[in-house]
C-alpha cells in the first residue's frame, strides 16, 4: 500500500542549529514533491516545490533534497530560529489525477 | 484581503444534523478542492473542481455534497452528522488543474459533532 511517513514525533533543536526533517515514501513515483508549514489553527502554507529530476531546492535558509532513489526528501532549516516552530508537511504529486497526497507533518519546536 | 476564506471558522454540533461550509476564492484560480484534517493532522483531498466541474471525488460518504456556484466558491453540504465527522476541514485552491501547481489553503473550519 501506499505510505508517506513524517516523523510523528516532535523534533526540539536548539536556535541556531540546522533542523532537518524527513518525509518517506513507499509505492509512490512522484514527479514533484512539495513541502508546507502549518501553524497551529491555520491552513498550510507552501514552501518549496522540488521536481523527480532536481537533487536540491534553496530558499533563503531552506533547502530540500530529492532521492528518488531512496524515496526520500530532506527538508532543512538552517540557522533555526524559535519563529520557525511549526509543523512541516510533505506533500507528493504527479500521480494519477495529479492531486497533492500529505503525509502526516512532523512539528518542530527550536527552543532559544 | 483573505486569499480564500472559509465560513465558519468553528462549527458544533449534535448528530444527526445537517451543516454546510463555504469557501470562497479571489485569486482567480480555476481549481478548488475540500481536505479533511484528522486528529492525528492527516490531510486527505476529498474533492476537486475545475471550472464548477467535478474532477475528483475520493471515497467520501454520499452524506458529503460539494456545490460549486461558480469557479471563486466551493461549499460543502453535510448531511445526518456522525461523530466521525469530527475534523478540520480545509478548502483549498491552485492556478490550474495539473502542473505544479502550489495550494493556497483558507484557514480551516473545526467540526465538533457531539
Known amino acids: 500500500s501506499q505510505k508517506i511517513e513524517q516523523n510523528s514525533e516532535a523534533l526540539n533543536i536548539q536556535e541556531g542549529k540546522t533542523a532537518t526533517l524527513t518525509c518517506n515514501y513507499t509505492?509512490?513515483?512522484?514527479?514533484?514533491l512539495q513541502w508546507y508549514r502549518q501553524d497551529p489553527g491555520r491552513g498550510p502554507v507552501f514552501l518549496l516545490l522540488?521536481?523527480?529530476?532536481?537533487k536540491e531546492k534553496r530558499k533563503e535558509r531552506l533547502k530540500v533534497t530529492f532521492d528518488t532513489t531512496l524515496k526520500q526528501s530532506l527538508f532543512h532549516i538552517t540557522a533555526s530560529q524559535p519563529a520557525d516552530s511549526a509543523t512541516y508537511l510533505c506533500?507528493?504529486?504527479?500521480?494519477?489525477?495529479?492531486?497533492?497526497?500529505f503525509g502526516g507533518g512532523t512539528r518542530l519546536m527550536v527552543k532559544p | 484581503d483573505t486569499a480564500v476564506s472559509q465560513t465558519p471558522k468553528y462549527l458544533v454540533t449534535q448528530m444527526g444534523n445537517d451543516k454546510s461550509i463555504k469557501c470562497e476564492q479571489n485569486?482567480?484560480?480555476?481549481?478548488m478542492y475540500w481536505y479533511k484534517q484528522d486528529s492525528k493532522k492527516f490531510l486527505k483531498i476529498m474533492f476537486s473542481?475545475?471550472?464548477?466541474?467535478?474532477?475528483i471525488n475520493e471515497t467520501v460518504p454520499n452524506r458529503f455534497s460539494p456545490k460549486s456556484p461558480d469557479k471563486a466558491h466551493l461549499n460543502l453540504h453535510i448531511n445526518s452528522l456522525e461523530l466521525g465527522d469530527s475534523a478540520v476541514y480545509f478548502c483549498?485552491?491552485?492556478?490550474?488543474?495539473?502542473?505544479?501547481?502550489?495550494?493556497?489553503f483558507g484557514e480551516g473550519s473545526r467540526l465538533t459533532v457531539l
Open positions: 483549498a485552491s491552485s492556478r490550474q488543474r495539473g502542473g505544479t501547481g502550489e495550494l493556497f
Open positions: 509505492n509512490y513515483s512522484p514527479a514533484y
Open positions: 522540488i521536481r523527480e529530476n532536481e
Open positions: 506533500a507528493l504529486g504527479g500521480e494519477a489525477g495529479n492531486m497533492l497526497t
Open positions: 485569486l482567480g484560480h480555476d481549481t
Open positions: 473542481y475545475n471550472n464548477k466541474e467535478l474532477i
